[in-house]
Nanobody, 127 residues
Framework: QVQLVESGGGSVQAGGSLRLSCVAS????????VAWFRQVPEKEREGVAV????????YVADSVKGRFTISKDNAKKTVYLQMNSLNSGDTAMYYC????????????????????WGQGTQVSVSS
């Protein structure tokens, strides 16, 4: 069973930056796509970005495009989410998740398309 562990969350002032990390127990078929989602209470999880761990192809949601970047380090089996120009609307629990194919389509489908999840890391942005 693949495991995902997030880190890097915390509290930051508006305009600041954070980098989240998602370490996978393995980069195999089950983690062909690794994505970041975020969730605030009483709302559905929102797909933020996804990356092919093989080719490195990425997709970033329009809501964060230009501010968030997803990247990977295969040697460390880690996917990163660099978040810049943070605002209060970015406050949420951030989760990484994995699925075995169709990265972009599955991100657009939503959380139900992803089979493996980490425990989450909290990001709080104060104005």
């Amino acid at each position: 069973q693949v495991q995902l562990v997030e880190s890097g969350g915390g509290s930051v002032q508006a305009g600041g930056s954070l980098r989240l990390s998602c370490v996978a127990s393995e980069f195999t078929g089950a983690t062909r796509c690794v994505a970041w989602f975020r969730q605030v209470p009483e709302k559905e999880r929102e797909g933020v970005a996804v990356i092919y761990t093989g080719s490195g192809g990425t997709y970033v949601a329009d809501s964060v495009k230009g501010r968030f970047t997803i990247s990977k380090d295969n040697a460390k089996k880690t996917v990163y989410l660099q978040m810049n120009s943070l605002n209060s609307g970015d406050t949420a629990m951030y989760y990484c998740a994995a699925v075995d194919d169709a990265c972009f389509a599955n991100l657009r489908k939503g959380a139900s398309a992803f089979a493996v999840w980490g425990q989450g890391t909290q990001v709080s942005v104060s104005s």
